[in-house]
């Protein structure tokens, strides 16, 4: 029995390790803020189609499901700064932010993605 409960104590500490997050969510608004720091990269993780169609300002483009992602990320993007990532609806860019923050990168997601940041009438460009 005692066996047993230390097994199970040992694996919900696990899980509960395996689930922690290791990057910022920001709403809209904080998110503002914080790509408003020019010395913030933004990174738009999805399709380069998607990335046409309307981005931040100053965004970069690396799309997340790209078996070389990681590679393209680690040639790109400075080490030494925060990386404000975002994508269509806040899924892939959380999967982006959590790449990166296990490479050292200091990560924040957009919460709801480019939808919730165009829901408050927030600025996006196509050039």
């Not at 899924?91 to 990560?107: D, F, H, I, P």
Request: glycine share 8%; aromatic share 8%.
């Amino acid at each position: 029995m005692k066996k047993l409960l230390t097994y199970l104590l040992s694996f919900l500490g696990l899980a509960t390790a395996c689930g922690q997050q290791n990057f910022e969510n920001k709403d809209v608004k904080g998110f503002a803020e914080l790509v408003a720091d020019s010395n913030v990269v933004v990174l738009d993780v999805r399709t380069a189609e998607e990335f046409g169609e309307g981005h931040l300002d100053r965004a970069l483009n690396i799309d997340v499901m790209q078996g070389d992602f990681l590679e393209k990320a680690k040639q790109i993007l400075p080490a030494d700064k925060k990386i404000a990532v975002y994508c269509r609806s806040g899924r892939r860019s959380a999967n982006a932010c959590a790449k990166l923050a296990a490479e050292g990168y200091q990560v924040v997601n957009l919460k709801g993605g480019i939808l919730a940041w165009t829901d408050e009438n927030m600025p996006t460009t196509t050039r």
